[in-house]
């Protein structure tokens, strides 16, 4: 039973470039949750989404950022033209349940973004 | 709305010692509380969780955390600390229509 699968792991661009980070949550989970994580600082909020649907996005940026969880393949962060200021790792977590997490969430190990 | 305040952005403690990591929050509803671990690059792990029922909650390597209302509080905590447990510890909030909210984490240091 694999748990959730983030790839890549390590990710270098350019300025400009794109980024594109991919997540797979856990069999059984049609929700998905991305996270930034910046240094000496917490987890935040970016997009909740469920299978062809954004719920939430109020904590994505509203430039550059976007994200997609379609009907078949893993779930997409989309970054582009990549800032140093995206250095960050990046977290995707399932859950079976929306909102009222009662059984917490399950999180993948993450893709590093740093920008060259 | 919901926050989640972690006091202390680092802990150290000696191996052997009580472990006490601090987490107070704020909710407009009833909460459900949780501490995740996160081992250096890796993701985060459920630990323990709080939802209903009986206020002291047990986790996984031996840590335990007591919901306590009155004090909007969360503590962890551990008996004795093993070098093993050397990580970042994250409290989070969530119920009902809200996304989890995370702290900002404490890293504890475990000294030999």
């Known amino acids: 039973n694999a748990g959730v699968m983030q790839n890549p792991r390590h990710l270098v661009r350019r300025r400009g470039q794109e980024a594109r980070l991919r997540c797979s949550p856990m069999?059984?989970?049609?929700?998905v949750y991305w996270y930034r994580q910046l240094p000496e600082e917490g987890l935040k909020f970016m997009v909740y989404?469920?299978?062809?649907?954004?719920?939430?996005e109020s904590g994505m940026p509203k430039e550059r950022f976007s994200a997609e969880f379609p009907k078949e393949g893993p779930s997409i962060l989309r970054i582009q033209q990549v800032v140093r200021g995206d250095s960050a790792a990046y977290f995707c977590?399932?859950?079976?349940?929306?909102?009222?997490?009662?059984?917490?969430?399950?999180f993948g190990s993450g893709t590093r973004l740093t920008v060259v | 709305a919901q926050s989640v305040t972690q006091l202390g952005s680092h802990v150290s403690v000696s191996e052997g010692a009580l472990v006490l990591l601090r987490c107070n929050y704020s909710?407009?509803?009833?909460?459900?509380l949780f501490w995740y671990v996160q081992y250096p690059n890796q993701g985060l792990q459920l630990l323990l969780k709080?939802?209903?029922?009986?206020?002291l909650v047990k986790g996984i390597n031996g840590f335990e955390a007591e919901f306590k209302k009155s004090e909007t509080s969360f503590h962890l905590t551990k008996p004795s600390a093993h070098m093993s447990d050397a990580a970042e510890y994250f409290c989070?909030?969530?119920?009902?229509?809200?996304?989890?909210?995370f702290g900002r984490g404490t890293s504890l240091i475990v000294h030999p």
């Open positions: 989070a909030v969530s119920r009902g229509s809200y996304i989890p909210t």
């Open positions: 977590a399932s859950s079976e349940y929306g909102q009222d997490l009662i059984g917490g969430y399950t």
């Open positions: 989404l469920q299978k062809e649907n954004i719920i939430d």
């Open positions: 069999k059984g989970h049609s929700h």
């Open positions: 709080y939802t209903t029922g009986a206020t």
């Open positions: 909710s407009s509803v009833p909460p459900y």
